[in-house]
């Protein structure tokens, strides 16, 4: 038997899983079908309180929309943070529909002419990933007729400690190197684009509390000397995000409070140089990660060289990151439990396997659970994030994940 990741809490009923304060199977009734994913709107605005609650009052509460993008999820969290930050077309659009230009910034590599002149077009913010990008940026805002709002994603020179997915102190394709950076802003300001100042990103999921702090303060020392370097003032600084959630045994959730707290210590020992600058963090999963379950319903119950295999319609089409094969060295369990029996003692140790035709295809590896029987439904949590939207839907022909946001009201 291998370990599971834990649950967490609000979503055990007496018995039964319960999402927002509503049965399981009520919501799949009302969502059509399973598998579905279920999100929960009141664990939602109770994370972004309790984000708002730890930081210092200045530092903007920024939601990455990548990690969830479902149109009711957007528009709720749209309503509840200061900007949304997107990194393609498709998402500026879609940000663009809930939220004033002004508040969206538009990272990521790659980005093609057409999609920077809809970003200059509507005024949102873009964070040039390299110099040439910064040039096609200019040169697009001269063809409009329009100063695009510009501001420059860093390569930081260290990284975050303990991040599943590193993105600072080494060659990488996001940001300009540290050491370039100054040169750069010189540049902008000369040639009057609208520079509004510094993204960096040194990493993503970790949960070593003290390593983010680090790297805020970092963040925090480099940004200085970059504005110092340039001789110019930033409006503002994106100082990323990289807070992440327990998904494994073992895990143990941010001291989001403790990161609140020496973060405001750093910005009050900061320099002159940033004293009028603008801050915000920028996350995805933090906010959004533990609101969602996935649930899928058991189609099969079979044996086979001893082991038992739980087999369920849906799979790593909707719900890859559970498979292990989105982001992660070692395949881990994900939390995973019988929606009708939550409290019920396990009886048995078995594998949820999907409906997809790959042996990569399996949700819980050899995992003690209840007496399951077909019709039952397997729920996976820790699903919020990264789930409908980056798994490959298409793969093996079955239909979409249903999705359903439970209104805070129910
Ligand atoms: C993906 C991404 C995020 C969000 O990361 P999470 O781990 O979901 O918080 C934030 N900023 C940038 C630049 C990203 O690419």
Redesign the pocket.
């Known amino acids: 038997m291998k370990p599971v990741g834990p649950i967490p809490a609000g979503f055990a009923g007496p018995s039964r899983l319960m999402v927002g304060g509503v049965d399981f199977a009520e919501l799949l009734e009302r969502a059509g079908d399973t598998p579905a994913f279920l999100y929960d709107g009141a664990a939602l605005a109770a994370r972004v309180a309790r984000l708002r609650a730890a930081l210092p009052e200045a530092v903007r509460v920024h939601y990455?929309i990548?990690?969830n993008p479902h149109r009711d999820v957007l528009a709720a969290m749209a309503g509840m943070v200061d900007g949304l930050?997107v990194?393609s077309g498709g998402e500026l659009a879609m940000a663009l529909a809930v939220k004033p230009a002004a508040a969206i910034s538009f990272?990521?590599p790659g980005k093609r002419d057409d999609e920077l002149a809809a970003a200059i077009t509507a005024g949102a913010t873009l964070h040039v990933e390299s110099e040439g990008e910064a040039d096609r940026a200019l040169a697009v805002g001269d063809r409009l007729g329009r100063t695009p709002r510009i501001a420059v994603r860093v390569n930081p020179d260290f990284e975050l400690r303990g991040s599943g997915m590193r993105m600072g102190g080494r060659a990488s394709p996001?940001g300009i190197d540290a050491a370039r950076v100054p040169a750069l802003v010189k540049r902008l300001v000369a040639v009057g684009a609208d520079w509004h100042g510094f993204?960096i990103?040194a990493g993503?999921?970790t949960l070593d509390s003290a390593a983010i702090s680090e790297a805020q303060a970092a963040t925090l020392a480099l940004a200085e000397r970059l504005a110092e370097e340039a001789g110019a003032v930033p409006a503002f600084i994106n100082l990323?995000?990289?807070?992440?959630i327990p998904y494994f045994a073992g895990d143990t959730p941010v001291d989001v409070e403790g990161v609140g707290q020496a973060l405001g210590e750093a910005l009050a020992r900061r320099r002159a140089v940033l004293a009028e600058t603008g801050f915000a963090v920028?996350?995805?999963?933090?906010l959004v990660g533990e609101a969602g379950v996935y649930c899928t319903r058991v189609v099969d119950v079979k044996e086979s060289g001893g082991e038992t295999f739980v087999v369920v319609d849906g799979g790593l089409h909707h719900q890859l990151a559970a498979s292990g094969n989105f982001g992660t060295v070692v395949r881990r369990n994900y939390p995973v439990a019988v929606a009708e029996r939550m409290d019920a003692a396990p009886v048995m140790t078995a594998s949820v396997v999907g409906c997809l035709c790959t042996p990569l295809d399996r949700l819980a590896d050899r995992v003690a659970l209840p007496a399951v029987a077909v019709g039952d439904t397997i729920v996976l949590f820790q699903a919020g994030?990264?789930g409908a939207t980056a798994s490959p839907a298409a793969f093996l022909g079955h239909p979409p994940a249903r999705e359903l946001f439970v209104a805070k009201d129910g």
């Not at 920028?282 to 933090?286: D, V």
């Open positions: 990455a990548k990690a930050d990194a990272a990521g996001f993204h990103f993503s999921q990323g995000g990289g807070f992440g920028e996350l995805g999963r933090w994030a990264y």
